[in-house]
């Protein structure tokens, strides 16, 4: 069986691009060590798809993001712009405080 090799969580929270969130998806996958094709399963959607997510291809619908994103333990947050870098911080300052 192929070994499943963790990827690193992507440190800044805020979610630019399609990219960073199947970066966080992938992530989260593989720090638990499951396969592409068990995730797919497991989470009930095709293989394909999950895929599309992690690589960050654009046209994949939300509802199958979120899906993904609970079935693996990827939490999203919606705040107001203007809000955004003291998000940020605080976040920040939970990680290096949880790594201490």
């Known amino acids: 069986m192929k070994r499943v090799v963790p990827t690193p969580f992507p440190v800044?929270?805020?979610l630019e691009n399609p990219g960073v969130l199947g970066a966080a998806i992938r992530s989260a996958r593989t720090q638990?060590?499951?396969r592409l094709e068990d995730a797919a399963m497991t989470i009930g959607v095709c293989l394909q798809?999950?895929?599309?997510?992690?690589?960050g291809k654009p046209g994949v619908?939300?509802?199958?993001?979120?899906?993904v994103s609970q079935g693996l333990g990827v939490s999203l947050f919606v705040i107001p712009q203007s809000q955004r870098e003291i998000a940020r911080r605080r976040l920040s300052d939970l990680t290096v405080d949880n790594q201490a």
Not at 61 to 67: A, D, E, F, M, T
């Open 12 to 14: 800044d929270p805020y």
């Open 32 to 34: 638990a060590g499951i």
């Open 49 to 55: 798809t999950l895929v599309d997510i992690e690589a």
């Open 61 to 67: 619908s939300i509802g199958k993001i979120l899906q």
